[in-house]
């Protein structure tokens, strides 16, 4: 995921959700803790409240001339909830947040990716703006070798968000805020990768995620 820097003051709440266990926000620039919650093993519902819990925390952790924010929140985290809370930040007059949160692979976006011709997959670059390419396991010994099937790409990014918005059978989005943009990436699975039932069928890994950025960047 290419991740922009409208600034170099802004801040960047990263939220990690390990398993059903803490739930830590954390400043991307300086990876100091903003904010935690230890949860219970048996976690269930309560997931929306926490993250918003959370993110208001961690919000508040952060000096007020800092708050130009780009929140990201690994895992499937988007919930109506948190992206309703995070559109809500995001709309108030002179505050600047983007938001990038993991979305779920459902059914329907199965569905659209389906439909996403070969070329509209473009092939992610890194945060310096560089196609990351790895040799393959079985490439030759020329480490600076041409061979077309040397080099595997790293990963390719789609924007899904006019497929699912404008479908022939109505917009599969439409309880979610306007702004909202959907993207998908795949990848070549690592040997040994857990991978869905869909994803062992087409043999692309896949991870999706949600983004208010409203650029063509992918967020
Ligand atoms: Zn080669």
Redesign the pocket.
């Known amino acids: 995921m290419v991740t922009a820097h409208p600034d170099k003051e802004l801040a960047e709440p990263d939220f990690k959700e390990f398993g059903h266990h803490p739930l830590l926000a954390y400043c991307g620039n300086t990876a100091e803790p903003l904010a935690g919650k230890l949860r219970k093993g048996s976690v269930g519902s309560s997931t929306v409240a926490d993250h918003l819990e959370v993110l208001e925390a961690a919000i508040t952790a952060l000096p007020p001339p800092y708050r130009r924010l780009l929140v990201t929140c690994d895992g499937a985290g988007a919930s109506h909830g948190l992206i309703a809370r995070l559109d809500a930040l995001a709309s108030r007059p002179g505050h600047h947040l983007v938001y990038s949160v993991g979305w779920e692979l459902g059914e329907r976006e199965r569905a659209a990716i389906t439909h996403v011709p070969e070329e509209a997959w473009q092939i992610a670059i890194d945060h310096r703006g560089e196609v990351r390419e790895r040799r393959a396991d079985d ?2 010994a ?1 480490r600076g ?1 041409a ?1 077309r099937k ?1 080099w595997i790409e790293e990963a390719c990014v789609t924007e899904l968000t006019a497929l699912l918005r404008e479908d022939p059978a109505g917009d599969h989005l439409a309880d979610w805020p306007a702004t909202m943009r959907i993207f998908a990436r795949r990848e070549l699975p690592h040997p040994g990768a857990q991978l869905s039932l869909f994803e062992s069928g087409d043999g692309w890994r896949y991870s999706l995620w949600v983004t208010n950025l409203p650029e063509r960047t992918p967020g």
């Open positions: 490439a030759c020329s070798c061979h040397c």
